[in-house]
């Protein structure tokens, strides 16, 4: 789904997709990339998607925006109670069906370039699972946006697909077995790449198959 347009646009719109089929409770999605000192909505799967965008950029509040300022996810499960960002919370509830939000922040070559935006219409639907599932997805989206900026081409991209793939399962996984950050989790499979003399896709490919089988230490 990922990789298959042929445009920069067709794949940002297929990582939305994407989220609604990958990550558990996802209703509408959202990807927005920061250009220079503004925030803007590269593509989203509906109009609601476009306006909560819209909302935390007017507000300058929420998780989206957060997300692209701090490695840790961005999650508001119900947006009915106390929540991070009231003032956007409130516009949520009383224009839109959406009740549970969350963000991913995005790099490009390690700079902090967007975020991946996820939206619940049920509350309470993002829990420990989605989440481990939307950091795995953000990983890719993450890989994908850094090459369209140097521009590779899309067969680049699905050549690279089956590392990719094992890395973001590998950094998904360090996330939930350590309790840490996206960012964090990359950092120890480099660190362990180097100390090992071994390629962190191999790294990555050895840890989820040690996980599959139950040997994860």
């Known amino acids: 789904m990922l990789y298959s347009g042929s445009e920069a646009s067709d794949i940002y719109s ?3 997709v994407a989220a609604t089929v990958l990550v558990p409770g996802c209703d509408r999605a959202s990807v927005m990339l920061r250009r ?9 799967t509906d109009d609601v998607a476009q306006r909560i965008d819209e909302f935390e950029r007017r507000l300058g509040q929420g ?12 999650i508001d499960t119900d947006l009915r109670g106390h929540s991070t960002w009231p003032e956007l919370a409130r516009a949520i509830v009383e ?22 935006n996820l939206f619940s219409d049920t509350p309470g639907a993002f829990d420990a699972a ?3 599932a939307a950091s795995v997805l953000a990983s890719f989206t993450s890989v994908t946006i850094t090459a369209i900026s ?20 590998a950094i998904g996984l360090l996330m939930a077995m350590e309790n840490i950050s996206s960012d964090e989790a990359f950092d120890v499979l480099r660190r362990t790449s180097q100390e ?20 994860t230490e």
């Not at 925006?65 to 996810?73: L, W």
């Not at 839109?96 to 991946?116: C, H, N, Q, S, Y």
């Not at 140097?150 to 399962?169: F, M, Y």
């Open 196 to 215: 090992v003399n071994l390629k962190i896709a191999d790294l990555a490919r050895a840890l989820v198959s040690s996980h599959a089988s139950g040997k």
């Open 95 to 116: 224009t839109t069906p959406v009740r549970g939000v969350m963000g991913f922040r995005l790099l490009i070559d390690e700079r902090k370039a967007g975020a991946l």
């Open 150 to 169: 140097r521009g590779d081409d899309v067969e680049s991209l699905r050549n690279g697909l089956a590392s990719n793939r094992e890395i973001g399962q």
């Open 14 to 16: 297929a990582i939305c």
């Open 130 to 132: 989605a989440a481990g």
């Open 36 to 44: 220079g000192d503004k925030h803007s909505t590269v593509a989203a």
């Open 63 to 74: 998780p989206c925006v957060d997300a692209i300022a701090d490695a840790r996810p961005q």
